[in-house]
């Protein structure tokens, strides 16, 4: 089956740790995303990448880091800088211009 | 002002209703609309996409999207108690990066 997998479905984490979330999809998309979605906001942009090796800030990256090593793995870490990470991540792909994001199942953070 | 705004709801209709969502927006340059369908703690899928203004129509669901007063609307006929979800309008210039609505939340009771 093609799809966009992440891991874990849900993550805890003390207050001054890192954490990274996985995205893998083996739909041989060019371009990845990650979203952050809270309640009554909509999806907001932390990070896209529309190449390998190559990627670009979106509307929230502080407190984020991303890297695209490989064409079908995009992992987003949330740092001890993200002063409120508690949220539902969502990473998506995209086979290229034109086409439509897809996205993966999401994973639940909770800052304890 | 958000770029996108979406009805906030939530909706609540009787089974074989029809419900009603609609976005407004105001960057002129989106070209490609879509509604995304979310069940709870699930990740988005796409439901509809539109180019430019027109309707679509697939089944149950029809998408408008009106260029002119910036405005898209996604109507779903007969709605069933599997329509129960929140409805993500999304937008985009023609490249890469959407703009999303707020999101609404509609309940279709049986």
């Known amino acids: 089956d093609g799809g966009i997998t992440q891991s874990p479905k849900y993550l805890f984490r003390k207050e001054g740790q890192n954490v990274t979330l996985s995205c893998e999809q083996n739909?041989?998309?060019?371009?990845m995303y990650w979203y952050r979605q809270d309640p009554g906001q909509g999806l907001r942009l932390i990070y896209y990448?529309?190449?390998?090796?190559?990627?670009q800030k979106g509307d929230i990256a502080e407190g984020y880091s991303v890297s695209r090593e490989k064409k079908e793995s995009f992992p987003l870490t949330v740092t001890s800088a993200q002063k409120n990470p508690t949220a539902f991540y969502l990473c998506?792909?995209?086979?290229?211009?034109?086409?439509?994001?897809?996205f993966g199942p999401g994973t639940r953070l909770t800052v304890l | 002002q958000k770029e996108v705004e979406q009805d906030p709801g939530p909706l609540s209709v009787p089974e074989g209703a029809i419900v009603s969502l609609n976005c407004t927006y105001s960057n002129s340059a989106f070209q490609y609309f879509m509604w995304y369908r979310q069940y709870s703690r699930k990740g988005p899928e796409l439901l509809m996409y539109t180019y430019s203004s027109g309707n679509k129509e697939d089944g149950r669901f029809t998408a408008q999207v009106d260029k002119s007063s910036k405005y898209i609307s996604l109507f779903i006929r007969d709605s069933q108690p599997s329509d129960s979800a929140t409805y993500l309008c999304a937008m985009r210039p023609n490249d890469y990066k959407l703009s999303f609505g707020a999101g609404t939340t509609v309940t279709v009771r049986a």
């Open positions: 739909l041989n998309h060019d371009a």
């Open positions: 998506a792909s995209n086979p290229g211009q034109g086409g439509f994001q897809f």
């Open positions: 990448s529309q190449i390998v090796n190559d990627f």
